[in-house]
């Protein structure tokens, strides 16, 4: 198993570019989700999805859409990327039947000049 | 909504010794998850403990064990001799639903040799 991966590491964009944030897991997780985290701000959620095709908005949506037309991917697009969203991106996914543990991808971190 | 509170920003142990790092929570859920990462310097998170608001028994992963304290809605986590690795952020996290984390503003943990 993989787990939960990222792509890419590391990305830096221009205010005004678009770009996907990519998250896939192997474990057949139901659950998935997004966060972002910056500094002495922990981590916040900004969209997250209960199954294929079912998403809903978190604490911080706004700049971000989200799709999940399988199980396995969560993608994260940016549509016109501000600096406001430089920070490192995080993706997990969860059993619903785990009480649990969330597993976490290694994230991304983005810089928007 | 749920809310996380960690009142230190930084604590200092000396390898060996025991630390108690401090979480308190504030929700109006009947039924609710507390969690503990840890996050060191190479920016995963790892998982570490998890208590949910109704078991009876404070929960204990290895070193790690969670003080719950229900009525004055504490989580506090105590980690037992310090080991120079356990250098780290830790963040506190509360969950009413096991995909959708809130996570505090963290503790940046120092084990002193």
């Known amino acids: 198993n993989a787990g939960v991966t990222q792509t890419p590491k590391f990305q830096v964009l221009k205010t005004g570019q678009s770009m996907t944030l990519q998250c896939a897991q192997d474990?057949?997780?139901?659950?998935m989700s997004w966060y972002r985290q910056d500094p002495g701000m922990g981590l916040r959620l900004i969209h997250y999805?209960?199954?294929?095709?079912?998403?809903d908005q978190g604490e911080v949506p706004n700049g971000y859409n989200v799709s999940r037309s399988t199980t396995e991917d969560f993608p994260l697009r940016l549509l016109s990327a501000a600096p406001s969203q430089t920070s490192v991106y995080f993706c997990?996914?969860?059993?619903?039947?785990?009480?649990?543990?969330?597993?976490f991808g290694p994230g991304t971190r983005l810089t928007v000049l | 909504a749920q809310k996380i509170t960690q009142t230190q920003p930084g604590m200092f142990v000396q390898e060996k010794e025991a630390v108690t790092l401090d979480c308190t929570y504030d929700?109006?859920?009947?039924?609710?998850?507390l969690f503990w990462y840890k996050q060191p310097s190479s920016g995963e998170m790892i998982f570490l403990i998890y208590?949910?608001?109704?078991?009876?028994q404070n929960a204990t992963e290895g070193r790690y064990s969670l003080n719950f304290q229900k009525a004055r809605k504490s989580a506090n986590l105590v980690i037992s001799a310090s080991q120079l690795g356990d250098s780290a952020m830790y963040f506190c996290?509360?969950?009413?639903?096991?995909?959708?984390?809130?996570f505090g503003k963290g503790t940046l943990l120092t084990v002193n040799p």
């Open positions: 996290a509360s969950s009413r639903s096991n995909y959708k984390l809130t």
């Open positions: 474990m057949n997780h139901e659950y």
């Open positions: 999805s209960v199954g294929a095709g079912i998403t």
């Open positions: 997990a996914s969860v059993s619903p039947t785990s009480a649990n543990e969330q597993f």
């Open positions: 929700t109006s859920d009947p039924s609710y998850g």
């Open positions: 208590q949910g608001s109704y078991d009876q």
